[in-house]
Structures are given as C-alpha cells and as structure tokens.
C-alpha cells in the first residue's frame, strides 16, 4: 500500500515563495506518477491546479508551478496571496491506483 | 457548462449501506471516466475507485474492494456509488469527480458538490 506523504503545515508571507513537496513511500517520485495537485478552501470542494506534474488548469493562476525535485513531486507558489491560504493535496498514480497526500496547510500570515 | 450534480445527506445505520448519484451535464457523459473521493471530517481526501461510464468497466481501491460497487445509467447522464457493511468510520463527505480516458490529462477537472454520509447508531 503505497503512502504519500506532505508537509502537514507551512506559513509563508504575502508576497513570498513557499515549496510544498510529495513523497511517495515506493521511491523517488517520477513523471510515471502523474502528480496532480488540487487546492481546497473550507466548506468546499477541492479544484484541481495542475495535472502530470506541471501543466496548469486553464483557471490556475501562473504564480502556481508544477515540478519533480529531490526525487518529489513539488508545488511553488511564486508571490503567495492571501486568497492562497488553503490546505493542498498532491495525488500520484502507482500500481494501478491513486492515492492522495495527507494534505498541507498553508497559512499566509 | 459541465456540472456534477449529487444526491443529498444520508443517515444510515451501521451495517447498513448507502447509494449516492452523480448526475452529469454540459458533456458527453461517456467520454469521461467518473472517480469516487471520499474526506472525513476535518480529515484528507481518500480516492476510492473509478468508473467507465461507457463500458461500464471499474476499478477500486484496494481498500474498497468487496464494499463499494460504481455503476450507471447512461441513458440520465447519472453516475452511482455503492457502499455496504457501514461502520461510523464511513463518515464522510463523497465526491465524485470526473476525469479523462488515461493518465496523461489528469484527475478531477470538474467535481460534484460532495454528499454528507453520516453512519450512526
């Protein structure tokens, strides 16, 4: 059973760069997982931001980014806003079935 | 517009299960693979399974398996989520989700607006 594990927490600063990672417990992430990503603000439901690692929805703002480092999934917000506090997930592909992280929350403060 | 329309809050006892639909429109239903995602309160999401709505194939979380049956009725562009033997550990929020045939464009461009499954004595 695969486990995919965030950063439970981070706060970042209005206007600041903050790097959310995704780590699976089979290994060094790789594009074959199809990282997605999708952002979920309370009472709602989740939307998606990006999609097999680094291409955005038509909706995603460009301050977004998708990338692999470190042998992770990763998710930059580049110039954070305050609207971006929100808890993120990541969701990979592996043996036939997805599985989301544990979630991160993000705090901009 | 695309739109996922669920069925409302349940309340089930614990034993018992519980059907929740889909209802899709402003697409071609049977040109997207239907996905199940469940959260618990205050806790993450949990992907369960998914679901062909063209040929009606599926495939399930191992997790799930033995428990949840995903079907449809194609000719109401309606999608459905079968969970048995509940326990109060299956309280949650149900989503469903609708995601292209295979991997590369991605899961969950368009979700329901979740249904509330209380399991409770």
């Known amino acids: 059973q695969t486990v995919v594990t965030q950063e439970p927490s981070l706060t970042v600063s209005p206007g600041g760069t903050v790097t959310l990672t995704c780590a699976s417990s089979?290994?060094?992430?790789?594009?074959?997982?199809?990282p997605n990503w999708f952002q979920q603000k309370p009472g709602q439901p989740p939307r998606a931001l990006i999609y097999?690692?680094?291409n955005r929805r038509s909706w995603t703002p460009a301050r977004f980014s998708g990338s692999l480092l470190g042998g992770k999934a990763a998710l930059t917000l580049s110039g954070v806003q305050p609207e971006d506090e929100a808890d993120y997930y990541c969701?990979?592909?592996?043996?036939?079935?997805?599985?989301f992280g544990g979630g991160t929350k993000l705090t901009v403060l | 517009q695309v739109q996922l329309v669920q069925s409302g809050a349940e309340v089930k006892k614990p034993g018992a299960s519980v059907k929740v639909s889909c209802k899709a429109s402003?697409?071609?239903?049977?040109?997207?693979?239907i996905n199940w995602v469940r959260q618990a309160p205050g806790q993450g999401l949990e992907w369960m399974g998914w679901?062909?709505?063209?040929?009606?194939?599926?495939g399930y979380a191992q997790k799930f398996q033995g428990r949840v049956t995903m079907t449809r009725t194609t000719a109401i562009n309606t999608a459905y989520m079968e969970l048995s033997s509940l326990t109060s550990e299956d309280t949650a929020v149900y989503y469903c989700?609708?995601?292209?045939?295979?991997?590369?464009?991605?899961?969950?461009?368009?979700w329901g607006q979740g249904t509330l499954v209380t399991v409770s004595s």
């Open positions: 969701l990979l592909f592996h043996g036939g079935a997805w599985v």
């Open positions: 402003g697409y071609t239903f049977t040109s997207f693979d």
């Open positions: 089979t290994g060094a992430v790789t594009s074959g997982y199809y």
């Open positions: 097999s690692t680094a």
């Open positions: 679901m062909n709505p063209d040929s009606g194939n599926t």
């Open positions: 989700l609708r995601k292209e045939f295979g991997l590369v464009k991605g899961v969950g461009d368009y």
